[in-house]
């Protein structure tokens, strides 16, 4: 389960970072999550698994979150088509770094703010 605001801060964040150094984190965390998720779906187009949905690992900025959701692997690929943008379970962004961009079922896609965030997203995308 995750606890965002457990570790600190409003966000679970220590307040006394820098925004820089929160903004890293957060990009860190989401792109480890990402790629967790990334190998899911591999693993899955490997072994010949015709699914429509796909069980993702909340890709937020919480480094203990460990939920998970389901989302459609069209819905999926759509999210991945754009380096800053992560899948997370609903009500897990982080709105000094991000922004919801659609809304599913027990889903958020969240997008990156400009900034220090963003150029890490951009930077580890598996897919670029």
């Not at 796909?54 to 754009?82: F, H, K």
């Not at 899948?87 to 400009?114: D, L, M, N, Q, T």
Request: hydrophobic letters at 35%; glycine letters at 8%; one cysteine or more.
């Amino acid at each position: 389960m995750c606890h965002p605001a457990g570790r600190g801060g409003q966000h679970g964040f220590v307040t006394s970072m820098d925004e820089e150094e929160q903004a890293r984190r957060v990009g860190l965390n989401e792109s480890i999550f990402r790629q967790v998720n990334e190998q899911i779906e591999s693993l899955n187009r490997d072994f010949g698994t015709e699914q429509r949905t796909m069980a993702a690992v909340c890709e937020c900025a919480s480094g203990d979150c460990t939920e998970r959701l389901q989302i459609s692997i069209s819905a999926y690929e759509a999210v991945r088509a754009d380096p800053r943008r992560y899948v997370i379970v609903s009500g897990h962004a982080v709105p000094e770094f991000e922004s919801v961009v659609v809304r599913g079922e027990g889903y958020e896609v969240v997008e990156k703010e400009a900034g220090p965030a963003a150029e890490l997203a951009e930077e580890t995308d598996p897919r670029s």
